[in-house]
């Protein structure tokens, strides 16, 4: 039997297409609570990582363990479904362009599958969506269609979308990319205030400034490796690798 | 031109009218169930029903509908298939509407944005409730235009069962140039009868895509 005795674990990731390796033998840890941000390159496979912890993406090879149980268990395809779709409950993600229902409402985007899953009396159900929407400040276009939301508006929604579902650990692939600038602090907030209230978060993310300020751990990654790993005022201060350096650079030098 | 003649077979013509409207809507539905099916054939994970999928396009596509009917009423009786001619038009359309339906359903279903799926999926919803609450509800609304031409095209083809003598209204319009001669008023009638049927569905068709359209 296999000791579990963290987390989030990522034991050995790796993932091909084909012939192209995108993750190289990666193990990850996360604790309750913690929050880790994945940075590097474009095309260095932090989508993929993060895509392969609710299974998203499939691995090639390695396993996902989430809480004690195994997300990409081998099973059969009826019992993987249901296995997966229970996992995936627990994990919320939240995407760089929203994909928010465009045929529902911010209230029924967030209490659809609460809703179908969970068996919410309709009463509950509109508790539990002011309550999310309340918790991202879109109480006030609660009945709105995500068309006449802004790009900030519509990602707020889809948070709160995804903490509907009470997620254990909650993903973020660049949630802030797709923005524009002006809009990129509102939904920061959001991410802060989830950070203060200790959810377990893994981020991807091109803000550099941003990670530093909420995550506990920084991992650097190109071409498919972890590169370097560590605290931010390591990682960010004091790099230890010349990729992370060049990295941070050419990523910093805009800020600085 | 023979405008009393005109009026005089008019009632005459109205009841063929009312058979193409009859066919039209039967072929209509006969399409719909066709296309329904063979859209998710196309859209299986299974390989064999994403074949049959294709054939079905292919063949129903591939030939021409007379040919498909000719087939079906002159040499169904051959393999045992026993049908009156009007049974024969409205099965001979329905599963040639349903080889277009097909594509116009699968294209509308496919150019729904993947990260719907993926969004929907992420939250915990089946494959199958993804698609019936999250990725139907989008593609449907993008289908009815589409299908609108469909529909247009396959009331146009009902006068292919003229051929096969279903007294609808291109064959009522023949039948009527045998005792009269006018070729020019029959034809110009039955014309403007189709029309009207068309018009008349185009602007339903129009009223419906405002109507499911979000705002
Ligand atoms: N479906 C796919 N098929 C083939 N290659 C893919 C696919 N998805 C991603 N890749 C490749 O995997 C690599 C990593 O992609 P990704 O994880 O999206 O990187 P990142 O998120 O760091 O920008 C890239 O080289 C990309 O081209
Ligand atoms: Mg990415």
Redesign the pocket.
């Known amino acids: 039997m296999t000791d579990q005795s963290h987390f989030v674990e990522i034991r050995h990731a790796q993932k091909s297409?084909?012939t192209?390796e995108?993750l190289k033998d990666i193990s990850l840890n996360v604790e309750r609570g913690q929050i880790v941000a994945i940075i590097?390159?474009?095309?260095?496979?932090?989508?993929?990582?993060l895509?392969a912890v609710n299974d998203l993406?499939s691995l090639t090879g390695g396993e996902v363990w989430l809480d004690g149980v195994q997300v990409n268990k081998d099973l059969p395809h009826r019992q993987y479904e249901k296995h997966i779709n229970a996992m995936r409950q627990d994990i919320g993600m939240v995407f760089q362009h929203f994909n928010l229902f465009p045929h529902l409402t911010a209230r029924e985007n967030v209490v659809m599958a609460p809703k179908m899953l969970k068996g919410l009396s309709k009463e509950d159900a509109n508790k539990l969506a002011e309550e999310q929407l309340e918790k991202v400040g879109m109480l006030d276009r609660i009945d709105y269609y995500p068309s006449r939301l802004s790009g900030g508006q519509k990602q707020r929604v889809a948070i709160a979308r995804a903490l509907a579902m009470k997620p254990k650990l909650m993903l973020f692939?660049?949630a802030t990319s797709a923005l524009d600038p002006e809009l990129v602090d509102e939904v920061n907030m959001v991410m802060k205030k989830l950070a203060e209230e200790h959810m377990t978060m893994i981020i991807?993310t091109h803000e550099m400034d941003f990670a530093a300020s909420v995550c506990d751990r920084v991992l650097f990654?190109d071409q498919?490796v972890v590169v370097e790993e560590g605290p931010p005022e390591i990682v960010f201060k004091n790099p230890t690798k010349d990729r992370t350096r060049e990295f941070l650079r050419k990523h910093l030098a805009g800020a600085a | 031109m023979d405008f009393d003649l005109m009026l005089r077979v008019y009632p005459f013509f109205l009841d063929a009218a009312w058979v193409t409207i009859q066919l039209s809507v039967l072929t209509a539905l006969l399409g719909l169930t066709c296309g329904t099916l063979g859209a998710s054939a196309r859209l299986s994970r299974f390989a064999l029903l994403r074949f049959l999928g294709a054939a079905y396009v292919s063949v129903f596509r591939g030939t021409p509908a007379l040919i498909q009917l000719f087939i079906l009423y002159f040499g169904g009786p051959q393999i045992g298939i026993q049908l009156d001619a009007f049974e024969a038009g409205v099965i001979g359309l329905g599963i040639n509407a349903g080889a277009y339906m097909t594509e116009t359903i699968r294209g509308a279903i496919i150019s729904i944005d993947k990260g719907q799926r993926e969004a929907a999926r992420t939250l915990g919803l089946s494959q199958w409730q993804a698609t019936y609450n999250v990725i139907l509800p989008q593609a449907a609304r993008l289908m009815v235009r589409p299908l609108g031409v469909n529909l247009n095209m396959l009331i146009k083809a009902t006068a292919l069962v003229a051929a096969i003598s279903v007294v609808e209204l291109t064959y009522t319009a023949q039948r009527y140039i045998g005792s009269t001669y006018k070729p020019f008023e029959m034809f110009l009638l039955a014309g403007l009868l189709y029309m009207i049927i068309i018009y008349a569905t185009g602007r339903a068709v129009t009223w419906l895509d405002r109507k499911v359209q979000i705002t």
Not at chain 1, 42 to 47: A, D, I, T, V
């Open positions: 297409y084909g192209l995108v590097g390159p474009s095309g260095s496979g932090k989508s993929t990582l895509r993406d692939d660049e991807v990654m498919g």
